[in-house]
C-alpha cells in the first residue's frame, strides 16, 4: 500500500486549496481514511475521515469548511478546503487503516500513511 499526498501549499487566509491522497494498493472508495495535520511541537490531530459505511466526519474546527470527496475512477481521495484560517496549516498526512471482517470494519490504528503535504495559511 501506498499513499502519496500532493496539493499543498501557501495561500491566505480565507482562500482554497485542495490536497490530493493518490493510493496504490488500496480502494479509496471503502472507508478507513482519515486525514491528519500535524504543527512541529504539537501533537497530530485529527481533520477529516472518510467512515467504512461512506459517511464522513469532521473535526469541529474544520466542519463546514472542509470536505472529504474521492475520485473512485482515479483512486484519489482528496481534503477540499476553504475559508482556511492560519490555524488550518500544518503538515497534513493521509492514512488508512486495513479493512477486517471481509471489509466490513476498520482496524484500530492507522497502518498506512504517507510522506505529508504542507499547508501554510498566512494573515
Known amino acids: 500500500v501506498q499513499l502519496e499526498e500532493s496539493g499543498g501549499g501557501s495561500v491566505q487566509a480565507g482562500g482554497s486549496l485542495k490536497l490530493s491522497c493518490a493510493a496504490s494498493?488500496?480502494?479509496?472508495?471503502?472507508?478507513?481514511m482519515r486525514w491528519f495535520r500535524q504543527v512541529p511541537g504539537k501533537e497530530r490531530v485529527k481533520v477529516a475521515a472518510?467512515?467504512?459505511?461512506?459517511?464522513?466526519l469532521y473535526a469541529e474546527s474544520v466542519e463546514g469548511r472542509f470536505t472529504i470527496p474521492n475520485d473512485n475512477a482515479n483512486n484519489i481521495l482528496y481534503l477540499q478546503m476553504s475559508s482556511l484560517r492560519p490555524e488550518d496549516s500544518g503538515l497534513y498526512y493521509c492514512?488508512?487503516?486495513?479493512?477486517?471482517?471481509?471489509?466490513?470494519?476498520?482496524?484500530?490504528?492507522?497502518?498506512?500513511w504517507g510522506q505529508g503535504t504542507q499547508v501554510t495559511v498566512s494573515s
Open positions: 492514512a488508512a487503516r486495513r479493512r477486517l471482517m471481509g471489509g466490513s470494519s476498520c482496524a484500530k490504528d492507522y497502518n498506512y
Open positions: 472518510m467512515r467504512i459505511d461512506g459517511s464522513t
Open positions: 494498493g488500496y480502494s479509496v472508495s471503502r472507508g478507513c
